[in-house]
């Protein structure tokens, strides 16, 4: 990821004393803030050039983690959308990671969310992003990522979440085979969802199954309960969550279990305090951002997760974020968009 022709001329940014007694244990919000703000600034460095393929997700990441953050501002509003501008095909309408890449329904997915952040939808050809997405819809339900034919859960998800943030779901998609296809990727075991029919249950695609649900307004499909339990097992001794058995804890988790357990009324279920204490554990004190366990090095899609799994547990310092969309919930307000939600059980 790039921010540096997007970050704002600064004269320093505001700043607490965030080097108190047990500096772990709060969230270190202007060291995150400064994190972001120079992440990507190196072009010669190998992150930078080694990241060029999700480029386009990166800046989502970081775009949101700011405003989530109340800091949106110190980005430049319109240095963004000409970059996503020029990463929209011309031919296909999708969009690229990057110029000069091809596009990917993952990286679609970004550039509208950072267009909606923005209010800017009116800057891109959405009719060609529709066409782009229908296109990749197959016989039974299911969506290729590309033109090169990879089938996968996460894409469904994109799909359906990229027509229901341009307002065209109903009118694009065929909503009732994507939601079979998604069901035919449930495990009766454990009620979790794999990448495909008959794959291993796996957090973040079961965030994607669950959220695919919660836009198409099918959650009574789900078995709640059963899937709410081999959630609620993600939970680890050290407070951290897993996306399955038998692996370790990581902060991308904290947003695709607590996401998915909030979605279906059962957040707390799990216990909110030793998980804001193993997020916290993975800020990094010296440099701000947040990494996957606790001294690792930090990046920028840790940071974001890891920021979106405290505002799903209440944190006072952050905005409120939809657990459908990722995005901040002003901005579902504003689009109109009600993803369904079960209530507390």
């Known amino acids: ?14 700043s607490n004393n965030e080097n108190e007694t047990e500096p772990a244990k709060k969230l270190q919000f202007w060291k995150h803030v400064e994190y972001i703000e120079n992440h990507g600034k190196q072009e010669d460095d190998f992150e930078y050039c080694m990241t060029e393929f999700l480029r386009m997700s990166g ?22 959308i000409e970059f996503v501008k020029r990463c929209q095909c011309p031919t296909s309408g999708g969009f690229s990671p990057c110029e000069g890449h091809d596009p990917h329904m993952l990286y679609t997915l970004s550039a509208v969310q950072i267009l909606c952040t923005y209010d800017a939808l009116n800057e891109i050809d959405c009719d060609a992003v529709v066409r782009y997405v229908v296109g ?8 290729f990522g590309d033109k090169w034919g990879e089938v996968d859960t996460r894409f469904s998800f994109c799909a359906v979440a990229t027509m229901t943030l341009l ?39 079961t965030y994607c199954c669950v ?16 899937l709410g339990w081999w959630l609620c097992e993600r939970q680890l001794p050290s407070g951290g969550l897993n996306g399955r058995p038998e692996k370790l804890p990581d902060v991308c988790y904290s947003w695709w279990v607590l996401s998915s357990l909030t979605i279906m009324g059962r957040l707390h279920w799990i216990s909110s305090e030793k998980l804001q204490q193993f997020i916290l554990s993975c800020q990094d004190l010296e440099t701000g951002g947040f990494s996957d366990r606790t001294g690792n090095m930090p990046d920028i899609f840790h940071t974001l997760f890891g ?3 405290l505002s799903l547990l209440g944190h006072p ?19 109109g968009i009600k993803p369904q939600r079960l209530t507390l059980a």
Not at 1 to 14: E, L, R, Y
Not at 179 to 193: A, E, I, L, P, R
Not at 317 to 335: E, F, G, S, V
């Open 136 to 143: 990749l819809q197959q016989p039974d339900g299911s969506f």
């Open 167 to 205: 307002q065209r779901l109903e009118q694009s998609v065929d909503v009732e085979k994507a939601v079979k296809f998604v069901m035919s990727c449930c495990n009766q075991t454990d009620g979790g969802f794999g990448s495909k029919p008959g794959a291993e249950s796996h957090a973040g695609l």
């Open 317 to 335: 310092d952050l905005k409120l974020i939809n657990p459908t969309l990722c995005m901040p919930q002003y901005i579902i307000d504003r689009l």
């Open 307 to 309: 920021i979106g799994g």
């Open 1 to 14: 990821m790039d921010f540096t022709t997007f970050v704002k001329p600064s004269n320093g940014g505001a």
């Open 59 to 80: 800046i989502y990441w970081g775009v949101t983690a700011l405003d989530i953050m109340g800091q949106l501002d110190r980005l430049d509003r319109k240095s963004i």
């Open 211 to 226: 959220g695919l649900l919660s836009l198409t307004q099918r959650l009574h499909l789900l078995d709640v309960d059963k």
